[in-house]
């Protein structure tokens, strides 16, 4: 096992490229999907503020 | 829309009708991904033999040439979804352009950080300014600046369509990068694989660079797939389907 982690002495300069492929490409994944909840939030708050403003006054003015 | 494009085709060019369609294809594009990926680190990490002139540095060639695949090959994805956003004026087409320039930015990011810490203990340099390394980083700033432009502008489909035009300029330098070492005298290596003609390659080490490059390609299905959802959920935001999947969501 630490023969294998050693990696014929280049072990400093072959994990962290592994390690960075898998970094960005981890980060590259989860993105998208905080960014689609966070739309769908900001979306309800919208709709709830819509059908508060109807409540209040039943014939929009504007 | 021409009546030779099948009608199962034009449907799914509606958003809707897609972001479902990408919604169940994603999680299996994904887990072939790890599949096929974690088969290629076994075979290229602990199967294949070390390199008689390279010892173990080269195994970084699992990862850095399919990212350098990908890095083109996503380059020529978007610049054909430009083209047919800009000519048709479909907007999926100008989701999956604008979407596929993050992912292949990462790939090209990976690329150039791979080759780094590839080219200090064999070249004895991080870097150095010739012609397939300074091409890769030019594809970088091309990612960059489509991105860039695509959010300059207050109006996203405005921002896509002068986004759109500058991946399609960029796309000459596509062939620069791959050609990059025939052409100019390089201290890259030249191809190890080809297409056509035998590759100068041994069969255990030619396996995981194949089955990382199937993988890089499915892991970038899921990866598109899941940033078109969410762009077409920004782009739809007053439509009723969203509204529904909001409240849906909401829900649970």
Redesign the interface.
Known sequence: MSH?LA????AA??W???A??FI??I???L???I??RR??RE??AR?ARQSARQQRNPTPSS | MANWIPLWLHKLGSPPIFYRFAGTLRPWA?GLALLFGAAALYGG??LAP?DYQQ???Y??IF??VP?AWMSLFIYGVMALASFIALVWRIKLAEVVAMESA??GA?FT??TL??GS??G??MWGTWWTWDARLTSELVLLFLYLGVIGLYHAFEDRRQGARAAAFLAIVGIVNVPIVHFSVNWWNTLHQGSTVRILGPSKMSGDMLWPLLTMMLATKL?YI??LF??V???L??LE?GKDW??Q???A??RR
């Open positions: 294998f990696m014929g002495g280049y300069y072959v962290p490229a592994y960075v492929f960005v490409l980060a590259d994944y993105a998208p999907g960014r689609r739309q769908l979306l309800r709709l | 994904l990490l602990v070390a010892g173990d540095a195994r970084i990862i850095h990212s993050p992912i990462a990011f990976v950080v791979t810490l590839w200090k203990p892991y899921a990866s899941g940033r959802r969410a762009d959920l920004a935001s969203v509204r999947i909001a409240e969501e909401e």
